[in-house]
T-cell receptor, first 113, second 111 residues
Framework: DTGVSQNPRHKITKRGQNVTFRCDPI?????LYWYRQTLGQGPEFLTY????????KSRLLSDRFSAERPKGSFSTLEIQRTEQGDSAMYLC???????????FGQGTRLTVV | RKEVEQDPGPFNVPEGATVAFNCTYS??????FFWYRQDCRKEPKLLMS???SGNEDGRFTAQLNRASQYISLLIRDSKLSDSATYLC????????????FGTGTSLTVIP
């Protein structure tokens, strides 16, 4: 399967714990996006990388959130000191410069208890 | 004001019906427009791009009205398998290339 891959698919964590998610984009794609989606809402933009450079961050991305894409390939999203309000589906997408379509991974569903 | 606004529905229609969704966007500098489909607990997938001249793909027709800043999706001869949430998506040139999503419109096609 050469699509966007996200791990883990599901994560249950206790409030206050740190979690890290991984996204492997389609191999030739230089752009990578993180979105968050809650029930009944469309995906909300969190951050965007072009190669290894993080070019945009949403105001939604508080200081507890950090994303990296160290080699311009896979990316990680870390949430520190998780809160119940962080419970959501975290979606990763990738695209290629000049190509307007974004391809999404299946997401990581986070539940904070 | 949200970048993209959609009527969340739900739309419940019988098989064979024609249904139309509309979406408005706030930034006149928006560049590209799409409809994505999202099944329950699945990731969004591109349904079709939307061009200024309008475009059709089988039973689906998308149209863009730049002057009024709205996008539409028409589904003819609805099938049970069309039941899903339809997301209106816009990219805006002056904020990079992030994709702005509407909240989605829920469609259920009833036998």
């Amino acid at each position: 399967d050469t699509g966007v891959s996200q791990n883990p698919r599901h994560k249950i964590t206790k409030r206050g714990q740190n979690v890290t998610f991984r996204c492997d984009p389609i191999s030739e794609h230089n752009r990578l996006y993180w979105y968050r989606q809650t029930l009944g809402q469309g995906p909300e933009f969190l951050t965007y990388f072009q190669n290894e450079a993080q070019l945009e961050k949403s105001r939604l991305l508080s200081d507890r959130f950090s994303a990296e894409r160290p080699k311009g390939s896979f990316s990680t999203l870390e949430i520190q000191r998780t809160e119940q309000g962080d419970s959501a589906m975290y979606l990763c997408a990738s695209s290629f410069t000049g190509q307007t379509e974004a391809f999404f991974g299946q997401g990581t569903r986070l539940t904070v208890v | 004001r949200k970048e993209v606004e959609q009527d969340p529905g739900p739309f419940n229609v019988p098989e064979g019906a024609t249904v139309a969704f509309n979406c408005t966007y706030s930034n006149s500098a928006s560049q590209s427009f799409f409809w994505y489909r999202q099944d329950c607990r699945k990731e969004p997938k591109l349904l079709m791009s939307v061009y200024s001249s309008g475009n059709e793909d089988g039973r689906f027709t998308a149209q863009l009205n730049r002057a009024s800043q709205y996008i539409s999706l028409l589904i003819r001869d609805s099938k049970l398998s069309d039941s899903a949430t339809y997301l209106c998506v816009v990219t805006t040139s002056n904020t990079g290339n992030q994709f702005y999503f509407g909240t989605g419109t829920s469609l259920t096609v009833i036998p």
